[in-house]
């Protein structure tokens, strides 16, 4: 396929997309829900075309050889359909965010100033080979008046034709036009330039996956971009911390699930809380967890003898290792820590654990990231555990939505002004 | 100066904003306010230094053959600078929109999760040769607690020297640091590219000005960009309108301020609403608007004998003329008139002038643009004529803050979460 036509492919469907925005954006939350159930039906009902076709995505990826670890998020079970498709029911019982009144302004000279939540228009979502990432987008995205524009890695081609097939199947019977869910079947990494740069039939980019993906996104994007997911996470534990918070939380935060956005990778230590550094760091590697600190932290752990960790680098800093690796620096002041966090964190999720309120104001106040926790674990930033009862990523910028996204995330507003006749 | 000097030096400033923000993004509102008059009072008491300034820049323009609509917003009066200065002083009686808690949740497990307003940080402007967006900007960023980085157009470049020397001057009295106000003193275009790629200095960018600043701004920026002010703005009078209304409407529309982003451009005319062409017509021709129009406007004006108006192309809809220019449409229904607005317009400000509610809920509720009023002027898209007291610029793009943008806009929010402990 040329340059030309590849261009008009992505395009032909973005604008297709755009064109049932439209009849989406204005539609009842009953025709919305209806239709979202309907998907999640189609979903089971062909269940099988979905395992054949992911079967053989999941053979080629062994060919390839795709780590196991990324084959395993391209695998889909019964179980993992079932997700999916009780993921769509939850979004149905969620209230619609479309068509709320944010503020009214009544002015001087009699005009009424509406501020109105609507959908964005058309969403792109650019993601790796996840293919539960299909179904959830769609989801989001319907139920908030968007229609979805979908590229995701092309491992998962055959199960996101697959899903997509079966997700437009359900719309059939509903209000929703079919052309509200568009897959992006063309693995040309140039498909994805056409979709962010079409400005004027696009109005959001969300890419979710590694850094490479969304650093890349951002880049050749001329649609706005919602920056989600890198999170360097610290915790950081005062001189005046109830240390046995201090170990769950440090424990909790590195070691229930390495691999996520909001897992701690360094653990910075006041100097005063030395004597608690040689147990924690026993318990992490118990738990097969690998420590890297300054000299201060070897110096404290050397006294001790028995526990022998390597050197933590300036790039060990810099590192989100979404592993079991943890570097640990000590501090000698919580203005140490904040520094420390201003210049390696990427404005994600931190943590202090302290009793001295005085200590805990300061970190809340002065550090700049999404969500800043007092005495619990950076792992709860999720859209499931705020409560938003959904959730489409984790903004790490700062426009518009900052943290964990749900349904309201996914809308804009207007303003909409009601006159007699008024001019200037 | 080489390309790594620029950059350093860019850098430098942008960095040292940075280091300013950290402070005044948690400095009590008294403080700011403080400083702000300060900076009032500096202005009026350097003004012979900056007339001087202003003047050379002036002379320099008319040299360059500079057109003099583009000098007449260069030029710095007494009652110019008065009005800065009453700006600085309408920003200080403003409620501080920073701290504020916008939403709290409580989880079951005993989070308590406070979604907090909270500056940017570092805001880039970058403008052109309109020294009063010099004084505005810093005015409205230092009142939300961020620190901003100008670059205005190099015709202005010893007035807006001059500003911020005198800025700086009344801020080295107060608690805000000097360098939260900083000057990009270099000419090269290079030194707007380098501002709006230091994603990680800078947290926002604002362009303010034609088209082709605001285009080149958003092709090359990584740091999120407020797209603002292109607006390419339609009336539609419905066959049901109110037509003194809708004459008083479009006249104000068109021709109280035709240069400004929220004038209107075209004017959609039902086929019943004929008879009132003739009216209109005459009544803007005589106000010196050259008025254009499709095939149907020129036979229903035919008919009249004497006006004589040139034919709309596309390139006429398209086209935002900020010029007594007027393109005519007459449609054949209101969802002609929603389409053609779909296909040209820019999304700012649309207007329906009718007295049919079905019709105007219709257009309000589908139309797609920041402001969509019924039955009045879409010359209201203002931030003062909305009553926000301030405006930075008018959002024609839907992330974050659509419309006119006063403090709050300047403002991003984190989440502030207090615990006991909890884990997951």
Redesign the interface.
Request: hydrophobic share 40%; aromatic share 8%; net charge positive.
């Given at each position: 396929m040329s340059q030309i036509e590849l261009k008009e492919t992505v395009l032909a469907k973005a604008q297709a997309a755009k064109k049932a925005a439209?009849v989406l954006?204005?539609m009842p939350a009953d025709d919305k829900n209806k239709a979202l159930l309907a998907m999640a039906e189609s979903l089971w009902k062909n269940r099988e075309s979905i395992f054949a076709a992911n079967a053989e995505d999941v053979r080629e990826a062994r060919e390839n050889g795709i780590p196991e670890t990324r084959i395993d998020r391209l695998v889909l079970t019964e179980k993992r359909l079932q997700d999916m498709m009780e993921g769509l029911r939850q979004i149905v019982e969620l209230a619609d965010p479309v068509g709320e009144t944010l503020e009214t302004?009544e002015?001087p000279n009699g005009?009424l100033?509406e501020k109105v939540r609507?959908p964005?228009?058309v969403i792109a979502m650019i993601y790796e080979s996840r293919p539960n990432v299909t179904v959830d987008a769609a989801g989001l995205a319907l139920k908030t008046g968007n229609a979805v524009v979908l590229r995701g890695g092309k491992e998962a081609l055959r199960s996101n034709i697959a899903l997509v097939d079966a997700m437009r199947e359900g719309l059939a019977g509903s209000r929703i036009p079919l052309e509200a869910v568009q897959l992006i079947d063309r693995t040309e990494r140039e498909s994805v330039d056409i979709l962010i740069r079409a400005?004027d039939v696009v109005?959001?980019v969300i890419p979710r996956g590694g850094a490479g993906l969304i650093q890349r996104v951002?880049?050749n994007a001329?649609v706005?971009?919602?920056e989600t997911g890198v999170g360097n996470c610290h915790v950081y534990v005062d001189e005046a911390a109830?240390f046995?918070?201090a170990t769950?939380?440090v424990?909790?935060?590195k070691t229930?699930r390495p691999s996520v956005c909001n897992a701690m990778e360094t653990l910075l230590v006041h100097e005063q809380a030395g004597k608690w550094l040689p147990g924690i760091v026993y318990a992490l590697q118990e738990r097969g967890v690998e420590v890297r600190g300054c000299r201060k932290t070897q110096e404290i752990l050397g006294e001790t003898q028995c526990l022998d960790i390597s050197f933590a680098t300036e790039e060990d800093y810099a590192t989100e290792y979404l592993d079991l690796i943890l570097a640990i620096k000590v501090v000698s002041k919580v203005e140490e820590a904040i520094e420390h966090i201003?210049r390696y964190g990427t404005r994600h999720s931190e943590a202090i654990v302290t009793e001295n309120q005085a200590a805990a104001e300061k970190f809340?106040?002065?550090v700049?990231?999404?969500?800043?926790?007092?005495?619990?674990?950076t792992?709860?930033?999720d859209g499931f555990?705020?409560?938003f009862g959904a959730e489409i990523g984790i903004s790490t910028?700062?426009?518009?939505a900052?943290?964990p996204m749900g349904l309201r995330e996914l809308t804009?507003?207007?303003?909409?002004?009601?006159?007699?006749?008024?001019?200037?």
């Open positions: 439209r954006g204005v302004i002015r005009l100033i609507v964005f228009g400005k109005d959001l951002i880049e001329l706005p971009v919602i109830d046995d918070k769950r939380i424990l909790n935060a229930q201003e809340l106040a002065e700049d990231a999404a969500a800043v926790y007092h005495n619990a674990s792992r709860f930033t555990e705020f409560g910028q700062k426009l518009h900052r943290g804009s507003y207007k303003y909409i002004i009601r006159g007699t006749g008024q001019t200037r």
